[in-house]
């Protein structure tokens, strides 16, 4: 980390403190009535703009899932689009109410720098990408290689990691932003380039010139749980953020689309009728209307649903859902439980 991102880290604590004296987040949220969510500056399936400039993806979903448990209003989020330099520097200043931007969730993040994980909504790993013609199966082959990878991530450190644990020798081409990074890929200045597993199989379909020129190689190098971050010292607010993400996976469990939603309001199962606010308590709970749960379903979808439209098979990308599988179909996604 560079002298001056500490810095500006150092400056981002000492302003957030004070915010977070003026009033809690859940409060000025409610107050402002928007919801001011970062993103990245454009990652395709994850949250990058369309063609009218709306933000889409995984994360994009997310941000408009807590609108709709706030207000029953998808609309009502400003995206914030944030740099790997300054993410997190706009949410400990307060810049931002909350961080969805495919960010790895850690013990540093956590402690020295004041974060609240509310939970994973992509489980990825770092793997690289490398041209067709190279004729490279396998990541011990990249002995000698120049590799693009993005600064100040988790990405830079465990693509030092795997050079010492595999014993081979590999220059990093640090460039400092995805778009700069896949720029010298395609244009030779590096022979591969790495990142999380899911941007670059993202990239490979909305970036470069001829996706079948580019593989990526089958190992995973780093444990890269993605998800929704928050500041410390707000607990109302972290359990807004974290249930509604939790709610999410719940109810593609329980089988509550955004289609049948509605319908299942005369649902006679009881878990059911907790969730979408028939028998009351989840709400007063998080401070929000009975019906938050039905509104982020309805509005937006379970956590299946949107996966598929942003991700999986409904989308360009197309990624299977492996490990973001609900944990009854041999994945990870585990919902605490709706109680």
């Known amino acids: 980390m560079s002298r001056v991102v500490q810095l500006l880290l150092f400056l981002a604590l000492a302003m957030s403190s004070t915010f977070a004296r003026a009033g809690t987040t859940f409060d ?6 928007s919801l001011v969510c970062g993103v990245n500056t454009g990652v395709a399936g994850f949250s990058a703009p ?13 941000c408009r899932a807590i609108a709709a448990a706030l207000w029953g209003d998808t609309s009502r989020v400003r995206f914030v689009p944030t740099t790997y330099q300054t993410r997190f520097v706009a949410l400990q200043s307060g810049e931002i109410d909350v961080l969805a931007r495919n960010v790895t969730q850690t013990l540093l993040r956590d402690t020295s720098l004041g974060f609240n994980m509310a939970g994973v909504n992509f489980y990825d790993g770092q793997g690289f990408m490398v041209p067709k013609r190279a004729n490279i199966a396998h990541a011990n082959q990249l002995n000698g290689a120049t590799v693009c990878v993005l600064p100040g991530s988790t990405t830079e450190l465990n693509l030092a990691d ?3 644990r595999e014993n081979i020798r590999i220059s990093p081409v640090v460039l400092s932003s995805m778009d700069e990074m896949t720029a010298a890929y395609q244009a030779g200045r590096c022979d591969a380039m790495t990142s999380d597993a899911s941007q670059l199989a993202a990239l490979r379909v909305s970036a470069l010139r001829n996706a079948d020129d580019h593989v990526i190689l089958p190992e995973r190098v780093s444990k890269e749980p993605l998800g929704p971050m928050v500041r410390h010292g707000d607990d109302q607010w972290f359990d807004l953020v974290s249930w509604t993400l939790r709610l999410m996976i719940e109810a593609e469990e ?3 689309t955004s289609a049948n939603v509605e319908q299942m309001r005369s ?3 009881p878990n059911i009728m907790r969730i979408l606010g028939v028998t009351p308590g989840f709400g007063k709970a998080l401070g929000l209307e009975e019906n938050w749960a039905f509104n982020v379903i309805k509005l937006v979808g379970n956590y299946g ?3 598929n439209r942003t991700l999986g098979a409904g989308s360009p990308i197309g990624l299977p859902r492996g490990l973001n599988d609900l944990w009854t179909r041999g994945g990870l996604m585990y919902a605490l439980p709706l109680r």
């Open 305 to 307: 649903e949107v996966f």
């Open 28 to 33: 000025q949220v409610k107050a402002r009535g």
């Open 162 to 164: 795997f050079a010492r």
């Open 267 to 269: 649902s006679t199962d």
């Open 50 to 62: 369309d063609a009218r400039g709306v933000y889409q993806g995984l994360d994009a979903e997310f």
């Open 254 to 256: 329980v089988g509550l």
